[in-house]
């Protein structure tokens, strides 16, 4: 930029010369006459040339960098911030992802344990229900067991009672005293006839 | 006896504007200062706002600034131009505000309407140009830019004249005169009709009173249509600079 400081040096003599002259022209004829309208005049000139010389030294040295340094400090800004939700969202859709993946876990999971506590349960009441019908059958084999024995042992002594009731019935009948192994032996025989019968007979 | 109450102004003392306070320190000159405080105050205050929303102000100069930045150096420069960004934002506020006092009230003239300014402008973009031109090509920038390609050689003749003179003399001297002769003639116009406007209402003959409706709705309408002006011809003197300133770059046709 050094030749626009020979040019503002070489501008600043201009200005000085035009102002020089405008002072003196200002002097000498103060009543002013009606100017030129086409041509133009030396002290606008040289007011245009100072106040558009200082405009663009500010401009150039100050302000201009001022508001460009703002809107590049807002674009910075509005870029990093859009970056930095575009990371965010990267990040919250990264969590989302992992959530429902979770979640789908814990689903399967779940229905994999109801699923299992179905099956145990099943398998559980199919044991009970054997082991409960085992016990009855058990229990119906005893007491028909039971049944029989009582009915055995009910059944020999009735036997026995009958053959003496018999027995000493028959002496009575008969009044005589038999031979009584020989008439035990009888009655014997004839009950275990009885007892070949078919059970209808009794 | 309609003659002898319009008495329209030579135009010479429509532009004569005394000198106050300073030596030669004129209308002109005070619009001048006004438009060199007024764009320094607007880009001072829009980048020391330190607001990250931009505020109005903020706004205004950063839309203009981008607007130049792609609607005028890109446009015609390219992205070398962007050195000169400073420069043609000056340039067109300063412009604009020169050219928006002629509606002011109050001050209702618009320092481009005086030679001195355009022609200031016109001179500093000449010599810009020339400088950049001779910057980056040497001297062949003023062979190149009067001799373009392809022109058969019997042309030359014609061709280099007419492009030395529209070039290098004829360039600055439009430039100046465009922005000068626009702000004039739209400064007179206005002047007109305020002076018709004044005659009709001033007139003895009482029926021509109320004709003064039609020249005072003129200058109201033509005020408006010189706000416009005033926009349009800070923002061709800018975009010329910068067509200027691109030949000089990429002398290329």
């Known amino acids: 930029m050094s030749y626009t400081s020979a040019l503002l040096a070489a501008g600043s003599r201009a200005a000085a010369a035009l102002y020089a002259q405008a002072a003196t022209t200002t002097t000498e004829a103060p009543a002013q006459q009606a100017p030129n309208p ?20 500010l401009m150039w040295k100050f302000a201009f960098p001022l508001v460009i340094k703002a809107m590049q400090a807002r674009t910075d800004k509005i870029r990093s911030n859009l970056d930095e939700a575009e990371n965010v969202r990267q990040e919250a859709q990264g969590i989302l992802e992992e959530y429902q993946r979770q979640l789908a876990d814990a689903r399967t999971e779940s229905n994999r344990i109801i699923e299992e506590a179905r099956q145990a349960a099943d398998q559980l009441r199919q044991d009970m229900v054997r082991r409960a019908d085992e016990e009855v059958a058990e229990l119906r084999r005893r007491s028909i067991e039971d049944l029989k024995a009582a009915q055995d042992r009910v059944m020999g002594q009735l036997r026995l009672q009958v053959r003496d009731l018999a027995i000493e019935l028959a002496e009575k009948v008969v009044g005589a005293n038999l031979d009584r192994e020989r008439n035990l032996a009888l009655v014997d025989q004839m009950i275990a006839e009885l007892e070949a019968r078919p059970a209808g007979g009794g | 006896m309609l003659e002898a109450a ?9 532009v004569k504007w005394p000198a106050f306070g300073l030596p030669g320190f004129n209308k002109v000159a005070l619009i001048c200062v006004l438009a060199t405080v007024f764009t320094a105050g607007l880009f001072f205050w829009a980048g020391m706002s330190k607001t990250l929303v931009p505020n109005t102000v903020q706004n205004i100069v950063e839309s203009v600034v981008e607007f130049i930045t792609d609607g005028v150096i890109l446009q015609t420069m390219g992205q070398e131009g962007m050195k000169y960004l400073w420069y ?75 492009e030395l003179l529209s070039t290098f003399i004829v360039r600055p001297f439009s430039l100046a005169v465009r922005l000068f002769a626009n702000m004039l003639a739209g400064h007179l116009l206005l002047v007109t009709f305020a002076v018709l406007t004044g005659a009709l209402l001033g007139s003895s003959i009482v029926f021509l009173k109320p004709v003064a409706i039609l020249p005072l709705a003129m200058d109201i309408a033509i005020t408006g249509f010189e706000a416009f002006v005033a926009i349009l011809q800070a923002f061709i003197f800018t975009i010329l600079t910068a067509v200027y300133l691109g030949s000089s770059i990429h002398i290329e046709h």
Do not use: D
């Open chain 2, 6 to 14: 319009l008495k329209f102004p030579p135009i010479g003392e429509l």
């Open chain 2, 88 to 162: 043609l934002t000056s340039l067109f506020f300063f412009i604009f505000f020169c050219n928006i006092f002629e509606i002011i009230p109050f001050m209702q003239f618009p320092a481009s309407a005086r030679m001195a300014i355009p022609l200031l402008l016109a001179v500093i973009t000449w010599v810009m140009y020339i400088v950049v031109g001779l910057k980056k090509h040497g001297i062949s920038y003023v062979s190149k830019s009067v001799k373009p390609p392809g022109v058969p050689f019997a042309l030359l003749f014609l061709i280099i004249p007419i």
């Open chain 1, 38 to 57: 086409i041509l133009p005049s030396s002290t606008e000139l040289l007011w245009g040339t100072v106040s558009f010389a200082v405009l663009a030294f």
